[in-house]
């Protein structure tokens, strides 16, 4: 057996110190990074090149000991895939066609999205045999409502409009989140048999919804999301990340059937802990702002995070992604600090 120590975590075991990575590990902090971002076209293009998004994978890993190494892609690769063109305006982020300029709502079909994936989980081969066995691979997709709300409005940022839509519009959005889910779970299973060891739903999009409509949008998606990646034979763990979700997390980590549960930065882990089932692993939550920062007062959220969690089987990682401004040095000592050297 292969010490996964991540993988253990999520099967329940409590591992001192906790295995450690972060979210957007690969990415613009990194000067060897934005180097190799320079040589695609544009970024979904860079997606979608093997050689490039295991360079990329790769790059955090030679610098810094983590344990985990997730596969550089991105939420946006579905609607991509389901023939809504996605591209990102520099310096703004991405953008398609909205759904909310056409009358009558013309969704692909999910079929479609593992051929048209195919780059990725060559990319994902590629990342897992030049892995160390010992780390983590980690797949991902983005949760079907936060990957909606960007195509319903064509952008990010707020999301009322999106909101309205869901109320307004009923059917046509539930049709839509039920394209995402079967397309979601076959991209997720897809990225399994190609080597991931275990996967992440990002909602990133969890907050600012009542009850109802959470359960609409969120959980009852998510829930049709993980059994049918049960029923397509998929066994690994499945981290569940709902950023924003409040009071309605215990929900989420009780209602959905993920494994583990991403906890962003606001929440207490004794909160997520209460309200999650019994001894299910948490991941998180660093304020990303304390890496910008570095020094003492990185050192002490740090201690933070790992004693606040000490209670759970805990992933260490941030409470949402770690920002262009990091200087990578401090990413350095925050591994040093959580290995005790
Ligand atoms: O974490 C990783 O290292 C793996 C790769 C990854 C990316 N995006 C690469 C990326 C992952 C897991 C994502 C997830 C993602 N993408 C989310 C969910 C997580 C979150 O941050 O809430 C969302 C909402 C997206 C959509 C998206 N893609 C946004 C909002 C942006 C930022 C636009 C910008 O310019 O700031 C992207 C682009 C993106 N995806 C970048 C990276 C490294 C930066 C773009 C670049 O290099 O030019």
């Known amino acids: 057996m292969t010490d996964r120590s991540m ?181 997720l299973a897809a990225q399994v048999a190609a080597g991931a060891d275990c996967l992440q739903i990002f909602e990133s999009w969890s907050e600012g919804l009542p009850e109802p409509l959470f359960e609409r949008v969120i959980l009852n998606p998510t829930r049709a999301l993980v059994d049918r990646l049960r029923a397509l034979g998929v066994t690994v763990p499945v981290i569940g990340f709902p950023r924003g979700a409040g009071a309605l997390l215990g929900r989420y980590a009780r209602e959905t059937g993920v494994n583990a549960l991403g906890v962003d930065t606001q929440t207490p882990a004794a909160f997520a802990r209460a309200q999650a089932p019994d001894g299910m692993p948490l991941q998180g939550n660093l304020d990303p702002q304390l890496l910008i920062c570095g020094g003492p007062a990185l050192e002490a959220g740090a201690r933070h995070v790992i004693e606040s969690f000490r209670g759970s089987p805990h992933i260490f990682n941030l409470g949402h992604g770690i920002t262009p401004q990091t200087p990578p040095e401090h990413l350095a000592a925050l591994v040093n600090v959580i290995k005790g050297r």
């Not at 320079?38 to 979608?48: R, T």
């Not at 056409?102 to 990725?120: C, E, K, M, N």
């Not at 309205?164 to 009923?170: H, Q, S």
């Open 7 to 187: 993988l253990r975590v999520l099967n329940g075991e409590r591992v001192d110190p906790p295995p450690v990575w972060i979210m957007r590990q690969a990415g613009r902090y990194l000067p060897e990074y934005r180097q190799l971002r320079a040589q695609a076209k544009d970024f979904m293009s860079f997606c979608y090149s093997p050689a490039l998004a295991t360079e990329a994978v790769l790059q955090p890993l030679r610098r810094f000991d983590l344990d985990a190494a997730i596969l550089f892609s991105d939420i946006l690769v579905i609607p991509d895939a389901l023939g809504h063109k996605v591209w990102f305006v520099e310096g703004e982020g991405p953008r398609l066609e909205p759904l909310l300029d056409q009358a009558t709502w013309s969704i692909g079909a999910a079929d479609h999205v593992v051929t048209r994936l195919a780059p990725v989980y060559e990319t994902v081969q590629r990342i897992r045999a030049a892995l160390p066995d010992q780390i983590t691979l980690i797949g991902f997709a983005g949760g079907p409502w936060t990957v909606a709300t960007y195509m319903i409005q064509g952008e990010g940022g707020e999301k009322d409009r999106c909101r309205r839509a869901a109320y307004e519009r009923p059917a046509d959005v539930d049709s839509l989140l039920s394209v995402l889910v079967e397309a979601t779970a076959q991209h």
